[in-house]
Nanobody, 124 residues
Framework: QVQLVESGGGLVQAGGSLRLSCVAS????????MGWLRQAPGKERECVTS????????YYAESVKGRFTISRDNAKNTVYLQMNSLKPEDTAVYYC?????????????????WGQGTQVTVSS
């Protein structure tokens, strides 16, 4: 049974930073692409960023390029999201997600599992 547990969310002022972590369990994820999704109130869930199994290939939504950085530690089955220069429009529930295979992932539908989410609120 795949389980993804996110942590690190919270309330931060605009311009601040947060680091999200996600620990995956239930299987080996070293051959799986991982990523972060987010869903703001009244909006569809979107793929924010993803990282290939090797960590070499990444994808970032245009809205977060240059501000967010995804990384992973396969030995710890953990994926991270460093979020800098946060904006009020980044406010959302952030979900860790895993794809059964590797490769570059850019869409929500390409992920097979996701966690319960962690709230990120950016005040102006």
């Amino acid at each position: 049974q795949v389980q993804l547990v996110e942590s690190g969310g919270g309330l931060v002022q605009a311009g601040g930073s947060l680091r999200l972590s996600c620990v995956a369990s239930g299987r080996t994820f070293s051959n799986s692409a991982m990523g972060w999704l987010r869903q703001a109130p009244g909006k569809e869930r979107e793929c924010v960023t993803s990282i290939s199994s090797s960590g070499i290939t990444t994808y970032y939504a245009e809205s977060v390029k240059g501000r967010f950085t995804i990384s992973r530690d396969n030995a710890k089955n953990t994926v991270y999201l460093q979020m800098n220069s946060l904006k009020p429009e980044d406010t959302a529930v952030y979900y860790c997600a895993v794809r059964s295979g590797s490769g570059r992932v850019t869409r929500v539908s390409e992920f097979d599992y996701w966690g319960q989410g962690t709230q990120v609120t950016v005040s102006s």
